[in-house]
């Protein structure tokens, strides 16, 4: 249950109650080195973990999350319980984002890809990468996303921006008739002919350059 409205004594002896169910909004790949081929899990868009034990296959009717390593998507939670783990957590809101936006009617999102953080040295210090998100759709796009950012930082574009360039491709007829890969987490967005699956790099080949106007 997401949410009671009303609890009201019905005369002489029956109780009513109106109340909300959480609906699955993606369904979450967890792994394990015990299991590295996973379960799949019902989660809502709060990442609340729904009361269904987690499947051998995934569900087709859902968006899939999943960590490119078996070390990407950690934490999972007992049942009614919020996944921790901020990559599932940020995976949900790109996912609402894409929904909410535009270009829902374009670009249906079907799976999301979460690239394990990284340690990274600096001046003898270790500072921990950010994950970064890789989009699949339906109609068979590849889109690299990078890192989810609602204005938190300023060392990439924010979604606003990325779902921007996304909006022009689409206009411009790229997506869907010529290319096959965007990549929008730099300020240099591109688009490529060629699907890679095998690895998160994008082939660059005969790339339309679109440069986002600076902010500034």
């Known amino acids: 249950i997401q949410s009671v409205h009303e609890l009201r004594r019905n005369y002489p002896n029956r109780i009513a109650i109106e109340f909300d ?3 699955p909004a993606a369904q979450v790949r967890h ?7 996973g379960r799949y899990w019902l989660v809502d868009h709060a990442g609340m973990l729904l009361p269904v ?7 087709r009717d859902l968006p899939l999350i999943v960590g490119t390593t078996v070390s990407a998507i950690t934490g999972r939670p007992d049942n009614g319980k919020k996944w921790q783990d901020p990559g599932v957590l940020e995976a949900l809101a790109l996912l609402q984002t894409m929904q909410n936006s535009p ?11 979460i690239s394990s953080p990284f340690y990274l040295s600096r001046l003898r210090s270790k500072r921990k990468s950010r994950p970064r998100y890789y989009l ?8 690299r996303w990078g ?3 609602n204005g938190d930082f300023d060392t990439e574009k924010m979604n606003s921006e990325k779902i921007a360039d996304l909006r022009h491709f689409v206009a411009q007829g790229y997506i869907h008739s010529l290319y096959k890969s965007v990549d929008v987490s730099t300020h240099l967005a591109t ?13 660059s ?4 350059f679109y440069r986002m106007p600076s902010s500034a």
Not at 103 to 109: G, K, P, T
Not at 191 to 203: A, I, V
């Open 53 to 59: 034990p987690g499947a051998l296959r995934p569900r």
């Open 21 to 23: 169910i959480r609906t």
């Open 191 to 203: 688009c490529s002919r060629q699907r890679d699956r095998k690895s998160t790099r994008l082939n």
């Open 31 to 37: 792994a394990s080195r015990a299991e590295p081929a």
């Open 147 to 149: 890192e989810f950012n």
């Open 103 to 113: 270009l829902s009617e374009d670009l249906h999102i079907s799976r999301i890809r």
């Open 136 to 143: 699949e759709t339906a109609e068979g796009v590849d889109i």
């Open 205 to 208: 080949s005969h790339i339309p």
